[in-house]
């Protein structure tokens, strides 16, 4: 018994000392293996640059001018915040769920390694031993795929080493504040940020408790615990938070109950991309002119800078208010009015929308299917005409845009795009007067499915809205002002072949009387046109629309000042604009500064100013065309849209009705917009429903409505202001002619002396 006693002491010492042996070889090589890993003898390990500056794909962020995020370019849609933009409630989800201890170690937790290992030996798994600077670490710093088990435990001995410099070089705040934003949280969102944006369009101080603890949740598993996909699974994942936050002492049990009945409200959910959004069309505008920037601009380590990775702040011009209501605008009139009464309008009509033959439709089409997607793909892969037109006759399942939403639907390729091709467009583009600020930028009715800009791609006949480049001539020579008459009679330009060149004008109002220049261009008459246009001739008139900062080609014919030419409404609202800046042209620009990701200013934009006109000649123009709205073609924004402040402007409508134009300007914003159909055979049949004010001008007036309604804004209502010279008599024309009557009158009495 003795022996067997003492045999057992024997081995049991035996067994303690194998233990306490590998215990010390254990440590040995623990430490030997930290100090191979610091030394750099199983890899690379990141520099402290690398861990003051970690390399995240940061999203570069649009702002505007009142300080709202209005979209993002990113390969990972990522954006950093600071611990102060956190709600604590997220804080303290995120310590109860994932490192109660966070604040008592310093990067490794031991007692949750050991609960790992004794889990590992009794089979009794309690969790991870992770802590959340680790976790960081290998947010941070990835692993690599496909690796062995020791490369494998390297990679963690690694990742505990790099959790140590990261707890020394940063404080505890701070490392959740960078953990938060290096975590992808399903749905396109990484980083927190972006994630309370996407799912409750909130930012990150302003959750709730049922909120953060949701985030916190999800970050387990972004797919598993997404509220979208598994709303069950992502509800008893955030009541497991809620209960551990009280256990934890961050609530109470009460609020725990209560908290853990109320549910997921997702009704503000939306993934965020590239096609949805605010100022959408501005956003590509800008993204190519940034594309470029970034090119020709490089880092202080000599790279290029990279739009969708380097984090840069690009503040605009945009006002998001402004730009909500010029977007509404644009879709309350198209939706609600325009294109109903469009549909009305051809209905019955077997070549609706096109007001062509059935052979000129089946060559347009043609032509639409040739200079599409899905043709050049196609053309690419080698297949032959016939199977491509074929495939285009085919039905096959998409999503179609309507005014209600999309529409999941079956049709054929080429019955889609005669569908699209029904919807009018418009554009809208509103500038500062002063300054050259892009306040709001609507390209078109809806990117998603409308990817062509009409602000600065679309070339459109500009139509009467040209006139005022005439116009402006003839007022700055001297001769002719406001109150000039001139005989309300056809007109004829001889032109180089030996023909003559005369407009018809269908207005038959004061035919043969004589009119005042202020009274033809508020009825945009077409006689008194080519009368000036024979006084100045075209090249004349085109150094003036240069001047006013127009640069699309323009053909020198005479039929220039009806508004044959093609150009752009970024052009024209420009040009406009030079009006209320006094004669000055300020080039329309939407960005004012870029940062880097630290807030560093890379550089400053200005715009272009040119004297295009003296400030008499444009405050003449500012009078004319307010002609145009107290008792021209504008009328209607007093009569139908109550807006009596002062306001100068012009419509414009081409031929067969293809595009409506208006021109707005106030003292402080100058807007312009275009309304048509991208094909320009696709036109109301009448001018009474095509013509500029019926299709442009009410958006211009719905979206002056709003911008006059929010007082944040202070946009004034009041009047131009005069030049310094006594101009007045030259507008009141009738006070005009008894001035000009007494100075005749006075020099036929000195004659006959």
């Not at 939403?405 to 390729?413: F, N, R």
Request: aromatic share 10%.
């Amino acid at each position: 018994m003795k022996k067997d006693k003492k045999k057992n002491n024997k081995s049991g010492k035996i067994i303690l000392i194998v233990l306490w042996s590998m215990f010390a070889v254990g440590v040995i090589c623990g430490f030997g293996i930290f100090y191979g890993i610091s030394h750099e003898w199983f890899g690379d390990m990141p520099t402290f640059e690398e861990l003051e500056n970690p390399s995240t794909n940061l999203a570069s962020e649009i702002i505007s001018a009142d300080g709202k995020v209005l979209g993002t370019y990113y390969i990972e849609n990522r954006s950093n915040i600071n611990y102060s933009e956190l709600s604590p409630h997220l804080v303290n989800a995120l310590l109860a769920i994932e490192d109660i201890r966070f604040y008592e170690h310093s990067g490794i937790d031991q007692r949750a390694l050991i609960r790992v290992v004794a889990g590992i030996m009794t089979g009794n798994d309690k969790g991870g031993g992770s802590t959340l600077t680790q976790q960081l670490a290998k947010n941070l710093f990835p692993r690599g795929e496909n690796l062995s088990t020791i490369q494998l435990v390297i990679r963690k001995f690694q990742e505990w080493v790099t959790a140590t410099k990261l707890e020394y070089n940063y404080s505890k705040d701070e490392i959740i504040a960078m953990y938060l934003n290096t975590v992808f949280f399903g749905h396109n969102a990484y980083g927190i940020k972006k994630a309370s944006e996407t799912f409750f369009n909130l930012e990150p101080k302003d959750l709730n408790i049922e909120q953060a603890a949701l985030m916190a949740g999800v970050v387990n598993a972004p797919s598993r615990f997404s509220p979208i996909r598994n709303p069950e699974r992502a509800l008893q994942r955030r009541n497991l938070v809620i209960s551990q936050m009280a256990t934890y002492g961050f609530i109470t049990q009460e609020e725990c109950d209560s908290i853990s009945q109320i549910p997921i409200d997702m009704s503000k959910f939306g993934v965020l991309d590239h096609n949805t959004g605010q100022a959408t069309y501005l956003r590509e505008y800008l993204r190519q002119a940034l594309t470029d920037w970034a090119k020709e601009n490089t880092k202080p380590d000599g790279t290029p800078y990279n739009i969708y990775k380097d984090g840069l702040k690009i503040y605009t011009t945009i006002d998001s208010r402004m730009q909500k209501y010029a977007e509404e605008a644009v879709r309350e009139h198209l939706a609600l009015d325009l294109q109903p009464a469009f549909n009305r309008h051809w209905k019955g009509y077997t070549n609706a929308p096109f007001s062509l033959e059935k052979d000129e439709i089946k060559d347009l089409m043609e032509i639409s299917m040739k200079r599409s997607e899905r043709y050049r793909k196609m053309k690419k892969e080698g297949i032959d005409i016939d199977s491509i037109r074929k495939n285009f006759n085919t039905p096959t399942k998409m999503t179609i845009f309507s005014w209600d939403g999309p529409i999941d639907t079956v049709m054929t390729p080429m019955d889609s795009m005669r569908y699209f091709k029904s919807f009018l467009q418009s554009s809208l583009m509103s500038v500062e007067s002063h300054t050259g600020h892009v306040k709001a930028y609507v390209g078109g009715i809806d990117y998603r499915f409308f990817k062509y800009d009409h602000v600065t791609q679309a070339r459109r006949q500009v139509g009467s809205t040209f006139k005022p480049f005439l116009y402006s001539l003839a007022m700055q020579e001297g001769e002719y002002t406001p109150c000039t008459t001139v005989p309300n009679i056809s007109y004829s330009i001889e032109m180089p072949d030996g023909k003559f060149w005369e407009p018809r004008d269908a207005g038959k109002t004061k035919l043969g009387e004589e009119v005042t220049l202020k009274w033809a261009l508020a009825h945009s008459n077409n006689r008194i046109s080519t009368f000036l246009m024979k006084q100045f001739g075209p090249e004349a008139v085109i150094q003036m629309a240069r001047r006013m900062g127009v640069t699309s080609p323009i053909e020198s014919v005479p039929s220039i000042c009806l508004g044959v030419c093609d150009i752009s409404l970024y052009e024209m609202v420009g040009a406009m604009n030079t009006f209320a800046n006094k004669g000055v042209y300020i080039k329309p620009f939407f960005i004012t500064k870029i940062e880097d990701k630290n807030g560093n200013v890379i550089e400053y934009f200005d715009t272009e100013q040119v004297e295009a006109m003296d400030n008499v000649t444009a405050y003449k123009m500012i009078e004319l065309m307010k002609g145009v709205v107290q008792s021209g073609t504008g009328v209607r924004l007093k009569y139908k849209y109550g807006l009596r402040n002062p306001i100068a402007g012009k419509t414009g409508t081409t031929q067969n009705q293809s595009d409506g134009w208006f021109m707005g300007i106030t003292p402080d914003l100058t807007t312009g917009v275009w309304t048509g159909a991208e094909d320009r055979a696709v036109h109301f049949r009448t001018i009474g429903l095509g013509q500029g004010s019926n299709m442009a001008l009410p958006i211009w007036a719905l979206y002056m409505q709003k911008v006059y309604a929010d007082s944040t804004l202070n946009i004034s209502k009041g009047d131009f202001e005069k030049p310094l010279s006594d101009v007045a008599l030259e507008f009141d024309c009738e006070l005009y002619e008894q001035e000009q009557s007494q100075k005749n009158q006075a020099i036929e009495e000195e004659e006959e002396f």
